[in-house]
T-cell receptor
Framework: EAGVAQSPRYKIIEKRQSVAFWCNPI?????LYWYQQILGQGPKLLIQ????????DSQLPKDRFSAERLKGVDSTLKIQPAKLEDSAVYLC????????????????FGQGTRLTVV | LAKTTQPISMDSYEGQEVNITCSHN???????ITWYQQFPSQGPRFIIQ???TKVTNEVASLFIPADRKSSTLSLPRVSLSDTAVYYC??????????FGKGTTLSVSS
């Protein structure tokens, strides 16, 4: 079974530039998450999708971050304009929806995109 | 905010058993206890999950007392490759995972 795919693996941009990250979840996984992980900290949830609808985006800095999942499969996370403090690893994860024959929905993570803002 | 408290770091030697305890005093009736492992430059990976008593799989054991206010992840006979960050989480099935800072386990020879 293919895992969660993310691209690019690494990105270096200057502050005030824009950047986009792409995620392809595991086939059949209706739930998709984006996390931000700053060095030395645990992952922080940015947004959760169920199919193409947003379930939770309370931690997403909406003045500069946006995310979409138009067809309920792939997702894109964008930052515009980037700040120095956005330097982090951006992780995408996916899981089955509760009720699809499983009580516990394990989340599978991609390898992440390491963003450096200079 | 994370609903758990766990040690920041632990040290061990190869071949020893490692027990990492997590405190979750405000766990809700519908919450499950889940542990994830994260190696450098990789995303977290599911290790084990439980609701009460003891759960064992090929990787680890999870001990949960009757009051469920804490849990202990037990890693038998650790090796150098078990050096990683271990996260304890509590959440309801189907909800987003909220991570704390985790426990950095360092295994040396």
């Amino acid at each position: 079974e293919a895992g969660v795919a993310q691209s690019p693996r690494y990105k270096i941009i200057e502050k005030r530039q824009s950047v986009a990250f792409w995620c392809n979840p595991i086939s059949g996984h209706a739930t998709l998450y984006w996390y931000q992980q700053i060095l030395g900290q645990g992952p922080k949830l940015l947004i959760q999708f169920q199919n193409n609808g947003v379930v939770d985006d309370s931690q997403l800095p909406k003045d500069r971050f946006s995310a979409e999942r138009l067809k309920g499969v792939d997702s894109t996370l964008k930052i515009q304009p980037a700040k120095l403090e956005d330097s982090a690893v951006y992780l995408c994860a996916s899981s089955l929806v509760r009720g699809q024959g499983k009580l516990f929905t394990e989340a599978f993570f991609g390898q992440g995109t390491r963003l450096t803002v200079v | 905010l994370a609903k758990t408290t766990q040690p920041i770091s632990m040290d061990s030697y190869e071949g020893q058993e490692v027990n990492i305890t997590c405190s979750h005093n405000n766990i809700a009736t519908n919450d499950y206890i889940t542990w994830y492992q994260q190696f450098p430059s990789q995303g977290p990976r599911f290790i084990i999950q439980g609701y009460k008593t003891k759960v064992t799989n090929e990787v680890a054991s999870l001990f949960i007392p009757a009051d469920r206010k804490s849990s202990t992840l037990s890693l038998p006979r650790v090796s150098l490759s078990d050096t990683a960050v271990y996260y304890c989480l509590v959440n309801q099935a189907g909800t987003a995972l909220i991570f704390g800072k985790g426990t950095t386990l360092s295994v040396s020879s």
